[in-house]
């Protein structure tokens, strides 16, 4: 163990041969995998990176791994692959879309795999209610969970922007949705975590107030231009979204990322550039 300068967190949506936006293929994420495996990083989990954050060693060439919403794609490919390669991740549940049901089977062929959905495909079907065609079931998050690979923490019940839908009432809603995501989580898999995603990257400073109320510690973001290091404020958490490509060029990223040097650099270059666009 050595102490490290950052932690990169690497966020995704899906891993599916559909493709479209908010996605990795399969072949791609599996090329990610055997970089980090073959450059000697290791996943760590939300109970050691909580501990990093208060100052504990981990090992120097760590990542901690996120995937946002719980898509069924995320149970049909890329489980598989993180099985494969010996990485876990933490999955952020909009609980209400779970549904009940046996868990579906996982082909060991991928060619034979169950069909997944591109992501606009997965917004029309959630909006038609078609739940079970776009994210994971409840026996699946367990089956999962239990595999030692997939751990799973908050990410709202229903993923609404309510700054948006009702910004007059939107404290009153998130406090809702918190609570609801909460008592889900609770009942479903016997207990709830200090960790949650922020929906669709939104927040405000009565959010964060309201989701530490509620029992919530380490809040993830979508803002992906900071590090994340031993005694930040864990309720700003910074995460980069992996692109659809090769594992040589999220290395690249996670690199950058964590470096002590060029980390804050390149950071403080993109910060300014996005402030100079939206000028």
Known sequence: MSRVISVPVLMYHHVTPAGGHINVTPQNFESQLHWLKQNGYVSLTSEQFA??????????????ITFDDGYLDNYIHAWPLLQQYGFNALVFLVTSWMQDGAAREVSVDPRQRIQTLRHDACMQAIEQRRLDDVAMRWSEVVLTQESGVF?????????????KTDPSYKNTHIQRELAQSRETLQRRLGAVSEHFCWPQGYFDADYVRLAKEAGFKY??????????????DPANIYRFAVRDTHGASVGRRIKVAAHPVIGPIFNAFKRWKRARRVR
């Open 51 to 64: 501990a990093y954050l208060l100052g504990e060693p981990v090992p120097r060439k760590s990542v901690l």
């Open 151 to 163: 751990e799973f923490h908050s990410h709202t019940h229903t993923h609404t922007r309510w700054d």
């Open 219 to 232: 809040l993830y973001t979508t803002q992906a231009f900071g590090q994340n290091t031993p005694g930040m």
